[in-house]
């Protein structure tokens, strides 16, 4: 019973958190609405359009496929940049000289601009998935390398000490006790890198004709159709938000359910 009265709480305060992201929310509408005002429909439509040509686009079936076809693509990309740069994080971070030859590494790979990579992944897997799939892995695996490195090189080495001296085993050392101080860095870190995912996801399907949301957007640009490609903008930010408040937040609430417990009672973040 307690367990249920727990997890409840934690479900109200989560959606009682999003009020803040509401408010955020609206606060972007009005300066949508103001630089509709400004500049006209045919520059910056008003947002009410927008929405109404969105609602369109959704009651269509065909349009939902697009929709999650982009998803999942960005979704696969996100899973294998964050189980690589999570394992070469970790290793990386608890081996001073792997750091340093790993550094040059990641320079590199961020300062190719995404649509370089585009090109050459088009020219190594063709113009289809696989292209928009290992696309948003390359864009977002330095992102959490980074996070999952620092998380393990901040930890706190005295603790690691006590509980050798109690007689865990390294694995257990690295289960229980680092890779739990490793999380506060390395979830922001995976929220960063799934916009990425989604955003270098959108670029390669435009660019590759690959269907999806950004096969939809290269339509609307060949139209000249403005109220539809931000109706398509507004559908892939949706679909990010779903997946990061369905899937990694609660993940994160899980996996950091103890820091919860161990502030004093009555504190809550």
Known sequence: MKGLTDRAGKIGRFFWSGWAGLAGLAV????????AEAYGSFVLPAPAATIQTLLGLVA??????????TSLRALGGFLVAAALGTIAGVIAGYHPAVMRLAR?????????PPIAWIV???????????????????AAVPLVFVGAAEGIQTRD?????MARMAGLSPLARLLEISLRQMLHVLFPALVMALG???????????????????????????????EAALAWILLSVIALIGVEYGIVQPLRAEAEAWREAAQPWGVRR
């Open 28 to 35: 972007f509408a009005a300066v949508w609405q103001l630089g």
């Open 60 to 69: 269509d079936p065909h349009n939902r496929l697009l929709v999650l076809s």
């Open 104 to 112: 040059p590494q990641v320079t590199l790979v961020i300062g190719v």
């Open 120 to 138: 050459l992944l088009m020219i190594w897997f063709g113009m289809g998935a696989g292209t928009v799939v290992a696309t948003a892995a390359i």
């Open 157 to 161: 080495r005295a603790l690691e000490d």
């Open 196 to 226: 990425t995912a989604f955003k270098a996801a959108v670029m390669a399907e435009l660019l590759a004709n690959a269907g999806g949301i950004g096969g939809a957007l290269a339509n609307a640009r060949s139209a000249l159709d403005v």
